[in-house]
Protein backbone atom coordinates (compact mmCIF):
# COMPACT_ATOMS: atom_id res chain seq x y z
CA UNK A 1 0.00 0.00 0.00
CA UNK A 2 1.54 3.13 -0.63
CA UNK A 3 -1.17 5.80 0.01
CA UNK A 4 -0.45 8.75 2.17
CA UNK A 5 -3.07 10.34 3.08
CA UNK A 6 -3.78 13.57 4.36
CA UNK A 7 -7.06 15.24 4.46
CA UNK A 8 -9.13 14.66 1.00
CA UNK A 9 -5.49 14.55 -1.43
CA UNK A 10 -4.13 11.25 -2.06
CA UNK A 11 -0.57 10.95 -3.82
CA UNK A 12 0.90 8.06 -4.75
CA UNK A 13 4.61 7.04 -5.17
CA UNK A 14 6.00 8.10 -8.73
CA UNK A 15 6.16 4.55 -9.65
CA UNK A 16 3.00 3.78 -9.48
CA UNK A 17 0.05 4.25 -12.07
CA UNK A 18 -2.85 5.41 -10.51
CA UNK A 19 -5.18 3.53 -12.24
CA UNK A 20 -3.61 0.40 -11.33
CA UNK A 21 -5.26 -1.05 -8.33
CA UNK A 22 -4.09 -2.80 -5.52
CA UNK A 23 -5.48 -6.66 -4.60
CA UNK A 24 -7.45 -6.91 -1.11
CA UNK A 25 -8.55 -10.04 -0.07
CA UNK A 26 -12.29 -10.50 0.84
CA UNK A 27 -12.67 -11.41 4.34
CA UNK A 28 -16.65 -11.50 4.86
CA UNK A 29 -19.71 -10.68 2.53
CA UNK A 30 -22.81 -10.13 4.62
CA UNK A 31 -26.48 -9.89 2.82
CA UNK A 32 -28.15 -6.55 4.16
CA UNK A 33 -30.79 -6.65 1.79
CA UNK A 34 -32.55 -8.80 -0.93
CA UNK A 35 -30.05 -6.44 -3.27
CA UNK A 36 -27.77 -5.20 -1.31
CA UNK A 37 -24.30 -6.66 0.92
CA UNK A 38 -21.63 -5.11 2.75
CA UNK A 39 -18.48 -6.06 1.56
CA UNK A 40 -15.64 -6.82 3.94
CA UNK A 41 -11.94 -6.34 2.31
CA UNK A 42 -8.05 -6.05 3.57
CA UNK A 43 -5.07 -6.04 2.43
CA UNK A 44 -2.90 -7.97 4.70
CA UNK A 45 0.34 -6.38 6.76
CA UNK A 46 -0.78 -2.95 5.03
CA UNK A 47 -4.30 -1.55 6.28
CA UNK A 48 -2.51 0.46 8.83
CA UNK A 49 -1.47 2.66 6.22
CA UNK A 50 -5.14 3.02 4.51
CA UNK A 51 -6.66 6.67 5.81
CA UNK A 52 -10.20 7.65 4.50
CA UNK A 53 -12.11 10.88 4.88
CA UNK A 54 -15.91 10.18 5.82
CA UNK A 55 -17.78 9.91 2.57
CA UNK A 56 -15.08 9.44 0.05
CA UNK A 57 -14.98 6.48 -2.40
CA UNK A 58 -12.66 3.30 -3.98
CA UNK A 59 -12.89 1.58 -7.31
CA UNK A 60 -13.77 -1.37 -6.46
CA UNK A 61 -12.61 -4.01 -9.33
CA UNK A 62 -13.78 -7.21 -10.16
CA UNK A 63 -11.32 -9.17 -12.22
CA UNK A 64 -12.44 -10.18 -15.34
CA UNK A 65 -16.13 -8.03 -15.36
CA UNK A 66 -15.04 -4.24 -14.77
CA UNK A 67 -14.91 -1.59 -12.02
CA UNK A 68 -17.33 0.25 -10.18
CA UNK A 69 -17.26 3.39 -7.84
CA UNK A 70 -18.54 2.11 -4.51
CA UNK A 71 -18.48 5.03 -1.07
CA UNK A 72 -16.59 3.58 1.81
CA UNK A 73 -19.42 2.63 4.61
CA UNK A 74 -16.93 1.80 7.17
CA UNK A 75 -16.03 3.44 10.73
CA UNK A 76 -12.98 5.65 9.47
CA UNK A 77 -11.54 5.68 12.92
CA UNK A 78 -10.99 1.49 12.63
CA UNK A 79 -8.08 0.13 10.83
CA UNK A 80 -7.55 -2.79 9.42
CA UNK A 81 -10.37 -3.46 6.72
CA UNK A 82 -12.11 -1.71 4.64
CA UNK A 83 -15.97 -1.71 4.28
CA UNK A 84 -18.37 -1.25 1.35
CA UNK A 85 -22.26 -1.57 1.49
CA UNK A 86 -23.21 -2.32 -2.84
CA UNK A 87 -26.50 -2.59 -3.83
CA UNK A 88 -26.64 -5.07 -6.88
CA UNK A 89 -27.62 -3.23 -9.53
CA UNK A 90 -25.29 -4.49 -12.74
CA UNK A 91 -22.85 -6.87 -13.93
CA UNK A 92 -19.80 -5.62 -12.04
CA UNK A 93 -22.02 -5.27 -8.45
CA UNK A 94 -23.83 -8.69 -9.58
CA UNK A 95 -20.18 -10.24 -9.89
CA UNK A 96 -19.63 -9.42 -6.67
CA UNK A 97 -21.97 -10.68 -4.66
CA UNK A 98 -20.69 -13.92 -5.42
CA UNK A 99 -17.64 -12.77 -3.62
CA UNK A 100 -16.53 -15.41 -0.92
CA UNK A 101 -13.89 -15.28 1.64
CA UNK A 102 -10.22 -15.59 0.18
CA UNK A 103 -10.85 -13.94 -3.36
CA UNK A 104 -9.53 -11.13 -4.35
CA UNK A 105 -10.97 -7.90 -5.97
CA UNK A 106 -8.75 -4.93 -7.03
CA UNK A 107 -8.84 -1.51 -5.17
CA UNK A 108 -8.09 2.07 -5.82
CA UNK A 109 -8.42 4.99 -3.82
CA UNK A 110 -9.50 6.38 -1.60
CA UNK A 111 -10.77 9.27 -4.01
CA UNK A 112 -13.31 12.35 -3.95
CA UNK A 113 -14.02 14.74 -0.91
CA UNK A 114 -15.67 14.30 2.28
CA UNK A 115 -18.45 15.43 4.84
CA UNK A 116 -17.02 18.09 6.62
CA UNK A 117 -17.37 16.24 9.82
CA UNK A 118 -14.68 18.74 11.47
CA UNK A 119 -15.81 22.12 10.03
CA UNK A 120 -19.14 20.49 12.39
CA UNK A 121 -17.75 20.58 15.44
CA UNK A 122 -19.85 22.04 17.56
CA UNK A 123 -22.86 22.10 16.05
CA UNK A 124 -25.98 20.37 15.46
CA UNK A 125 -25.86 17.60 12.51
CA UNK A 126 -28.85 16.69 10.65
CA UNK A 127 -28.36 13.25 8.22
CA UNK A 128 -30.78 13.33 5.60
CA UNK A 129 -30.80 9.77 4.07
CA UNK A 130 -33.00 7.77 1.42
CA UNK A 131 -32.29 4.38 0.99
CA UNK A 132 -28.78 3.15 -0.47
CA UNK A 133 -27.68 6.60 1.15
CA UNK A 134 -27.12 5.89 4.05
CA UNK A 135 -24.45 3.68 3.35
CA UNK A 136 -22.09 6.80 2.38
CA UNK A 137 -23.05 8.70 5.59
CA UNK A 138 -22.67 5.67 8.13
CA UNK A 139 -18.42 6.81 8.32
CA UNK A 140 -19.84 10.15 8.71
CA UNK A 141 -22.59 9.14 12.04
CA UNK A 142 -19.70 6.71 12.97
CA UNK A 143 -17.41 9.63 13.09
CA UNK A 144 -19.85 11.53 14.89
CA UNK A 145 -20.85 9.09 17.48
CA UNK A 146 -16.71 8.05 17.87
CA UNK A 147 -16.37 12.09 19.21
CA UNK A 148 -19.86 11.96 20.80
CA UNK A 149 -18.97 15.33 23.03
CA UNK A 150 -17.73 17.55 20.27
CA UNK A 151 -21.03 17.43 18.53
CA UNK A 152 -24.22 19.19 19.73
CA UNK A 153 -27.48 16.99 18.78
CA UNK A 154 -27.14 14.08 16.38
CA UNK A 155 -30.22 13.48 14.11
CA UNK A 156 -30.75 10.79 11.41
CA UNK A 157 -33.69 11.10 8.71
CA UNK A 158 -33.77 7.91 7.28
CA UNK A 159 -36.15 7.17 4.42
CA UNK A 160 -36.69 3.52 2.23
CA UNK A 161 -39.33 2.07 0.15
CA UNK A 162 -40.68 -0.42 2.69
CA UNK A 163 -39.56 -1.87 6.29
CA UNK A 164 -37.56 -4.50 4.97
CA UNK A 165 -35.47 -2.33 2.75
CA UNK A 166 -34.15 -0.57 5.81
CA UNK A 167 -30.46 -0.59 5.73
CA UNK A 168 -28.30 -1.61 8.98
CA UNK A 169 -31.55 -1.86 11.45
CA UNK A 170 -29.24 -3.58 14.54
CA UNK A 171 -26.94 -0.88 14.26
CA UNK A 172 -29.47 2.17 13.91
CA UNK A 173 -30.54 0.46 17.43
CA UNK A 174 -26.77 1.09 18.50
CA UNK A 175 -26.68 4.39 17.08
CA UNK A 176 -29.38 5.10 18.88
CA UNK A 177 -28.18 3.90 22.35
CA UNK A 178 -25.23 6.27 21.80
CA UNK A 179 -26.86 9.57 21.33
CA UNK A 180 -28.00 9.45 17.93
CA UNK A 181 -31.46 10.79 17.65
CA UNK A 182 -33.28 8.77 14.62
CA UNK A 183 -36.75 9.05 12.64
CA UNK A 184 -37.67 6.45 10.39
CA UNK A 185 -40.47 6.33 7.74
CA UNK A 186 -41.04 4.56 4.43
CA UNK A 187 -43.24 4.98 1.72
CA UNK A 188 -45.47 2.03 2.54
CA UNK A 189 -45.66 -0.62 4.94
CA UNK A 190 -47.45 -3.33 6.37
CA UNK A 191 -49.42 -2.83 10.01
CA UNK A 192 -46.66 -4.30 12.11
CA UNK A 193 -44.85 -1.05 11.50
CA UNK A 194 -45.03 0.93 13.92
CA UNK A 195 -42.98 3.90 12.69
CA UNK A 196 -43.28 6.51 10.44
CA UNK A 197 -45.39 6.07 6.88
CA UNK A 198 -44.31 8.89 4.81
CA UNK A 199 -41.52 10.76 2.74
CA UNK A 200 -38.65 11.34 4.60
CA UNK A 201 -38.98 15.30 4.11
CA UNK A 202 -41.57 15.14 6.07
CA UNK A 203 -39.77 14.27 8.95
CA UNK A 204 -37.47 17.45 8.57
CA UNK A 205 -40.67 19.46 8.27
CA UNK A 206 -41.47 18.70 11.76
CA UNK A 207 -38.39 18.02 13.04
CA UNK A 208 -36.49 19.51 16.52
CA UNK A 209 -33.58 21.42 15.71
CA UNK A 210 -31.73 24.76 15.64
CA UNK A 211 -31.19 25.80 12.15
CA UNK A 212 -28.69 28.18 12.60
CA UNK A 213 -26.13 25.86 13.90
CA UNK A 214 -26.67 23.18 11.62
CA UNK A 215 -24.90 21.50 9.47
CA UNK A 216 -26.68 19.37 7.29
CA UNK A 217 -25.27 16.39 5.41
CA UNK A 218 -27.86 14.59 2.56
CA UNK A 219 -27.70 11.22 0.33
CA UNK A 220 -29.54 9.44 -1.26
CA UNK A 221 -31.43 9.54 -4.69
CA UNK A 222 -31.03 12.50 -6.69
CA UNK A 223 -34.53 13.29 -6.99
CA UNK A 224 -34.97 13.12 -2.78
CA UNK A 225 -31.98 14.99 -2.78
CA UNK A 226 -33.87 17.97 -4.38
CA UNK A 227 -36.41 17.88 -2.14
CA UNK A 228 -34.79 16.89 0.93
CA UNK A 229 -32.93 20.49 0.67
CA UNK A 230 -35.98 22.34 -0.21
CA UNK A 231 -37.40 21.05 2.94
CA UNK A 232 -33.85 21.87 4.65
CA UNK A 233 -34.15 25.76 3.45
CA UNK A 234 -37.94 26.15 4.44
CA UNK A 235 -36.70 25.14 8.26
CA UNK A 236 -34.13 27.62 7.82
CA UNK A 237 -31.44 25.84 7.89
CA UNK A 238 -29.23 28.36 5.33
CA UNK A 239 -28.17 26.57 2.07
CA UNK A 240 -24.12 27.10 2.81
CA UNK A 241 -24.73 24.60 5.96
CA UNK A 242 -26.34 21.79 3.43
CA UNK A 243 -23.97 19.11 1.67
CA UNK A 244 -25.08 16.43 -0.74
CA UNK A 245 -23.58 13.97 -1.73
CA UNK A 246 -23.77 13.18 -5.62
CA UNK A 247 -23.51 10.50 -8.08
CA UNK A 248 -22.55 9.42 -12.06
CA UNK A 249 -21.27 7.08 -13.80
CA UNK A 250 -17.39 7.30 -13.28
CA UNK A 251 -14.28 6.13 -14.75
CA UNK A 252 -11.03 6.84 -14.03
CA UNK A 253 -11.74 8.64 -10.73
CA UNK A 254 -8.84 10.81 -11.38
CA UNK A 255 -10.13 14.17 -13.16
CA UNK A 256 -9.01 12.60 -16.30
CA UNK A 257 -11.82 10.90 -18.35
CA UNK A 258 -14.60 13.68 -18.08
CA UNK A 259 -17.40 10.50 -18.03
CA UNK A 260 -18.89 12.22 -14.60
CA UNK A 261 -18.61 15.99 -15.14
CA UNK A 262 -21.54 17.88 -14.17
CA UNK A 263 -21.85 21.30 -15.51
CA UNK A 264 -18.27 22.69 -14.32
CA UNK A 265 -17.27 20.04 -11.97
CA UNK A 266 -16.00 16.38 -12.28
CA UNK A 267 -17.87 14.61 -9.38
CA UNK A 268 -15.08 11.47 -8.59
CA UNK A 269 -12.23 15.32 -8.51
CA UNK A 270 -14.81 17.91 -7.32
CA UNK A 271 -17.23 15.46 -5.33
CA UNK A 272 -19.12 13.73 -4.45
CA UNK A 273 -19.85 15.78 -1.15
CA UNK A 274 -20.38 18.77 -2.30
CA UNK A 275 -21.32 21.97 -0.51
CA UNK A 276 -25.06 22.03 -1.85
CA UNK A 277 -24.20 26.08 -2.49
CA UNK A 278 -21.72 24.96 -5.07
CA UNK A 279 -23.91 22.48 -7.65
CA UNK A 280 -27.66 24.32 -7.12
CA UNK A 281 -27.49 25.22 -10.12
CA UNK A 282 -26.68 22.30 -12.13
CA UNK A 283 -28.99 20.33 -9.59
CA UNK A 284 -32.11 22.55 -11.32
CA UNK A 285 -30.82 22.03 -14.73
CA UNK A 286 -32.47 19.00 -16.85
CA UNK A 287 -30.07 16.99 -18.91
CA UNK A 288 -27.17 17.57 -17.12
CA UNK B 1 -65.84 25.14 26.74
CA UNK B 2 -62.36 23.72 28.52
CA UNK B 3 -60.01 26.47 28.63
CA UNK B 4 -57.34 23.55 27.76
CA UNK B 5 -58.97 22.95 24.83
CA UNK B 6 -59.12 26.46 23.84
CA UNK B 7 -55.68 26.84 24.39
CA UNK B 8 -54.63 24.00 22.20
CA UNK B 9 -56.34 25.66 19.33
CA UNK B 10 -54.44 29.18 20.05
CA UNK B 11 -50.60 27.35 20.10
CA UNK B 12 -51.89 24.75 16.87
CA UNK B 13 -50.19 25.95 13.19
CA UNK B 14 -53.48 25.28 11.33
CA UNK B 15 -54.96 28.19 13.25
CA UNK B 16 -51.80 30.26 12.63
CA UNK B 17 -53.01 33.74 12.35
CA UNK B 18 -56.75 33.59 13.41
CA UNK B 19 -58.04 35.67 15.38
CA UNK B 20 -58.68 34.83 18.94
CA UNK B 21 -62.23 35.11 18.22
CA UNK B 22 -62.50 32.91 14.85
CA UNK B 23 -60.37 30.59 17.29
CA UNK B 24 -62.72 30.57 20.29
CA UNK B 25 -65.56 29.47 17.51
CA UNK B 26 -63.99 26.56 16.54
CA UNK B 27 -63.18 25.12 19.93
CA UNK B 28 -67.09 25.19 20.65
CA UNK B 29 -66.96 22.36 18.39
CA UNK B 30 -64.00 20.50 19.96
CA UNK B 31 -63.91 18.03 22.26
CA UNK B 32 -60.49 15.82 23.76
CA UNK B 33 -60.53 11.91 22.82
CA UNK B 34 -58.60 9.12 23.43
CA UNK B 35 -58.18 6.12 21.03
CA UNK B 36 -56.64 3.33 22.58
CA UNK B 37 -53.54 1.15 20.27
CA UNK B 38 -55.29 -1.24 18.17
CA UNK B 39 -58.48 1.07 17.75
CA UNK B 40 -60.08 1.74 14.03
CA UNK B 41 -61.55 4.94 14.90
CA UNK B 42 -62.38 5.34 10.89
CA UNK B 43 -63.47 3.56 8.95
CA UNK B 44 -63.07 4.06 4.76
CA UNK B 45 -66.94 4.42 3.68
CA UNK B 46 -68.13 6.06 6.78
CA UNK B 47 -69.28 9.49 6.83
CA UNK B 48 -66.54 12.11 7.17
CA UNK B 49 -68.18 14.34 10.12
CA UNK B 50 -65.28 15.04 12.20
CA UNK B 51 -61.34 15.58 11.76
CA UNK B 52 -58.08 15.41 14.82
CA UNK B 53 -55.45 17.64 15.81
CA UNK B 54 -53.04 14.64 17.33
CA UNK B 55 -52.09 16.02 20.39
CA UNK B 56 -49.95 12.10 21.39
CA UNK B 57 -49.70 9.33 19.77
CA UNK B 58 -49.85 7.88 16.22
CA UNK B 59 -52.52 7.00 13.75
CA UNK B 60 -52.01 4.61 10.57
CA UNK B 61 -54.12 5.28 7.50
CA UNK B 62 -54.57 1.91 5.99
CA UNK B 63 -55.96 0.54 3.03
CA UNK B 64 -58.03 -2.49 2.89
CA UNK B 65 -56.73 -5.21 0.52
CA UNK B 66 -58.31 -8.29 0.31
CA UNK B 67 -56.76 -11.41 0.68
CA UNK B 68 -53.55 -10.04 2.02
CA UNK B 69 -53.06 -7.28 5.65
CA UNK B 70 -53.85 -3.70 5.08
CA UNK B 71 -51.32 -1.15 3.22
CA UNK B 72 -50.26 1.81 5.29
CA UNK B 73 -49.89 4.55 2.97
CA UNK B 74 -49.27 7.14 5.55
CA UNK B 75 -49.32 8.23 9.33
CA UNK B 76 -50.08 11.30 11.76
CA UNK B 77 -48.41 11.67 14.57
CA UNK B 78 -48.04 14.51 17.44
CA UNK B 79 -49.15 18.13 16.30
CA UNK B 80 -50.66 17.12 13.10
CA UNK B 81 -53.81 17.60 11.65
CA UNK B 82 -55.86 14.00 10.80
CA UNK B 83 -58.50 13.97 8.31
CA UNK B 84 -59.59 16.36 5.44
CA UNK B 85 -62.85 14.16 3.35
CA UNK B 86 -64.92 16.18 5.62
CA UNK B 87 -64.07 19.53 3.74
CA UNK B 88 -65.72 18.10 0.77
CA UNK B 89 -69.13 16.56 -0.54
CA UNK B 90 -69.96 13.72 -0.12
CA UNK B 91 -67.80 13.53 3.19
CA UNK B 92 -66.96 10.01 3.21
CA UNK B 93 -63.81 8.62 4.29
CA UNK B 94 -61.25 7.28 2.20
CA UNK B 95 -59.02 5.01 4.19
CA UNK B 96 -59.06 2.96 7.75
CA UNK B 97 -57.25 5.02 10.58
CA UNK B 98 -55.72 3.05 13.57
CA UNK B 99 -54.37 4.30 16.58
CA UNK B 100 -50.66 2.83 16.44
CA UNK B 101 -49.89 4.01 19.77
CA UNK B 102 -52.69 6.01 22.49
CA UNK B 103 -53.88 8.48 20.68
CA UNK B 104 -55.09 11.74 22.56
CA UNK B 105 -56.74 14.14 19.88
CA UNK B 106 -58.80 16.94 20.20
CA UNK B 107 -61.80 16.09 17.73
CA UNK B 108 -63.60 19.07 15.75
CA UNK B 109 -67.01 18.15 15.05
CA UNK B 110 -67.06 19.79 11.21
CA UNK B 111 -71.12 19.41 10.80
CA UNK B 112 -70.59 22.04 13.88
CA UNK B 113 -67.83 23.52 11.97
CA UNK B 114 -69.26 24.05 8.43
CA UNK B 115 -72.20 25.25 9.54
CA UNK B 116 -70.14 27.78 11.41
CA UNK B 117 -68.21 28.32 8.30
CA UNK B 118 -71.82 29.57 6.23
CA UNK B 119 -72.99 31.46 8.91
CA UNK B 120 -69.66 33.75 8.56
CA UNK B 121 -68.09 34.06 5.42
CA UNK B 122 -64.96 35.45 6.75
CA UNK B 123 -64.22 32.34 9.50
CA UNK B 124 -65.06 29.92 6.51
CA UNK B 125 -61.96 32.17 4.43
CA UNK B 126 -59.88 31.95 7.43
CA UNK B 127 -60.40 28.63 8.25
CA UNK B 128 -59.58 27.04 4.44
CA UNK B 129 -56.71 29.38 3.71
CA UNK B 130 -55.14 27.44 6.72
CA UNK B 131 -56.11 24.53 5.85
CA UNK B 132 -55.21 24.39 2.02
CA UNK B 133 -51.63 24.12 2.18
CA UNK B 134 -52.46 21.37 4.84
CA UNK B 135 -53.87 19.84 1.54
CA UNK B 136 -50.95 20.40 -0.87
CA UNK B 137 -48.53 19.63 1.06
CA UNK B 138 -50.31 16.14 1.74
CA UNK B 139 -50.52 15.88 -2.13
CA UNK B 140 -47.38 16.46 -3.00
CA UNK B 141 -46.10 13.79 -0.39
CA UNK B 142 -48.26 11.54 -2.40
CA UNK B 143 -46.49 12.45 -5.27
CA UNK B 144 -43.32 11.48 -4.23
CA UNK B 145 -44.52 8.42 -3.13
CA UNK B 146 -45.97 7.95 -6.35
CA UNK B 147 -42.57 8.08 -7.68
CA UNK B 148 -40.54 5.79 -5.97
CA UNK B 149 -37.75 7.74 -5.54
CA UNK B 150 -35.54 4.05 -4.27
CA UNK B 151 -36.75 2.10 -6.62
CA UNK B 152 -33.49 1.25 -9.09
CA UNK B 153 -33.29 3.52 -11.79
CA UNK B 154 -33.98 2.27 -15.64
CA UNK B 155 -32.71 4.76 -17.56
CA UNK B 156 -28.52 5.14 -16.70
CA UNK B 157 -26.46 2.89 -18.30
CA UNK B 158 -23.62 1.08 -16.87
CA UNK B 159 -20.06 2.12 -18.09
CA UNK B 160 -18.50 0.10 -21.25
CA UNK B 161 -16.73 -3.00 -19.83
CA UNK B 162 -12.92 -2.66 -20.06
CA UNK B 163 -12.41 -6.50 -20.22
CA UNK B 164 -13.57 -9.85 -19.80
CA UNK B 165 -16.33 -11.60 -21.41
CA UNK B 166 -19.27 -9.39 -22.67
CA UNK B 167 -21.93 -8.40 -20.27
CA UNK B 168 -25.09 -10.81 -20.57
CA UNK B 169 -27.82 -8.64 -22.47
CA UNK B 170 -29.97 -7.02 -19.49
CA UNK B 171 -31.94 -4.05 -18.53
CA UNK B 172 -29.36 -0.94 -18.17
CA UNK B 173 -28.62 -0.37 -15.09
CA UNK B 174 -26.22 2.67 -13.17
CA UNK B 175 -23.02 1.35 -11.61
CA UNK B 176 -22.87 4.76 -10.09
CA UNK B 177 -20.95 5.41 -6.95
CA UNK B 178 -22.88 3.98 -3.51
Known sequence: MTYVKDGASLERSKT?????????EVKSLLRELDDTFTLTVSLPGQMEQ??????????????????????ISGDPGATGELVHTIRNVGPVTDAMSYLRPGDMIGVRGPYGSSWPVEAAVGKDVVIVAGGIGLAPLRPAILHCLNHRDQY????????????????????????????????????????????????????????????????????????????????LTDSKVPDTQIY?????????ALGFCGRCQYGPVFICRDGPVFPYQKIAPYMKTREI | MIKGLEHVLDVHP???GMDQETRHLIAGCGKNV??????????????????????????????????????????????????????????RWHFDVRAVEQIRAVSIDAVCLRAKCKADPAVGFAFYKNFTPLIASRLDATRLQLIDVYGQPKAAPEPELESGPPAKPAPPKPADPQ
Open chain 1, 244 to 252: VSMERNMKC
Open chain 2, 34 to 91: VHEPGDYFIREGDEANVFYLIRHGRAALEVHVPGREPIVIATAGENEVLGWAWLTPPY
Open chain 1, 50 to 71: FRFSPGQFNMLYKFGVGEVPIS
Open chain 1, 16 to 24: DDPMVPDLY
Open chain 1, 152 to 231: GDLVLYYGARSPSEMLYEREIERWRRRGLHVEETVDHAEPSWTGHVGVVTHLIDRGDFHPDKTLAFVCGPEIMMRYAVQA
Open chain 2, 14 to 16: IFA
